[in-house]
């Protein structure tokens, strides 16, 4: 039996420490976004730093809740994220699939994937292709040009390569043709990485407003981030309040506060749902890897 010394302890504490203070760290700003959205004008106007509301009010909430402009932002963001997402699982996994698998010309196409991993064409290259193509104004513009992460398609190829070879041998001695292959034994074994890899294409398009700031002309088709962008950032919350002209609205701080925690909310809704298949993903990739 291992017995645990004096300098074990005293580790252990230092480390529950550091713990607790990066916690409180991530915690503190999360709080304080939540204090400020139900603040009333009086508590925001009397206090500097607020961590905890003494009226509470959901004025902001409201607000913004009732802007058309807000609510349409949310639905192009999530039309994205499911399409986006949905289609990169798609292309990433019958590539990885196909990459892992020996035929004629594998190599030449897996140096070409890791060159696009190494080097990047850069934003003028891409927003050429982007206006050639005809994708300008439109949501595939924020779509295709990131249709298949390297990283996660040679991740993903690499977990492909760890599953027992004597699957598919069976499976094609019983007449499964390659694609049967794919869909009936490849993905159901698969579902803990294209759980984990699809939490990571769904949070990059909610959190992207890079490629649709730079793509998206029309207010009406930007994504949450991108009308995030414009009121906390450039600090233009007439772009919200244009529709309210008549209702007094509450203090612009609370809104933008308001508009961050329903922006980030649904990404916190959906993650315990994935977290057991995101945890198992990660195991995997640790281990077989």
């Not at 850069?122 to 040009?145: C, F, N, R």
Request: hydrophobic share 55%; glycine share 4%; charged share 10%.
């Amino acid at each position: 039996m291992h017995h645990r010394t004096l300098a074990d302890r005293l580790l252990d504490i230092v480390n529950a420490l550091l713990l607790l203070l990066t916690a409180c760290c991530m915690f503190v700003p999360f709080l304080y976004v939540f204090s400020v959205s139900f603040s009333s004008m009086k508590d925001f106007l009397e206090s500097d730093f607020i961590l905890w509301p003494k009226e509470w009010t959901a004025g902001a909430y409201r607000y913004i809740l009732a802007n058309d402009r807000f609510l349409r932002s949310i639905g192009v963001t999530v039309l994205i994220t499911v399409v986006g997402t949905a289609l990169n699982l798609l292309f990433t996994a019958t590539m990885a699939y196909g990459l892992s698998r020996p035929f004629a010309g594998r190599k030449p196409i897996l140096l070409l994937v890791l060159f696009t991993f190494l080097f990047g064409a850069g934003i003028i290259p891409t927003y050429l292709v982007v206006k050639a193509t005809g994708l300008l104004d439109s949501i595939w513009s924020v779509i295709l040009p990131v249709l298949i992460s390297p990283w996660n398609l040679i991740v993903i190829r690499q977990f492909f390569l760890s599953l027992p070879e004597e699957l598919n041998e069976a499976a094609t001695v019983d007449g499964a043709n390659p694609f049967t292959v794919f869909l009936r034994i490849v993905l159901p074994l698969s579902k803990p990485a294209l759980a984990t890899f699809g939490l990571f294409y769904a949070v990059a398009h909610w959190n992207n407003y890079f490629t649709g700031l730079l793509y998206l002309n029309d207010p009406a088709k930007w994504p949450i981030q991108v009308l995030l962008r414009q009121i906390v950032v450039v600090n233009d919350s007439t772009s919200l309040m244009a529709e309210q002209t008549l209702v007094q609205p509450p203090p612009a701080e609370t809104i933008q506060m308001a508009a961050i925690l329903l922006a980030t909310l649904p990404i916190l809704v959906v993650y315990p749902f994935l977290q057991k298949h995101f945890a198992k993903g990660v195991m995997l990739g640790s281990v077989k890897g």
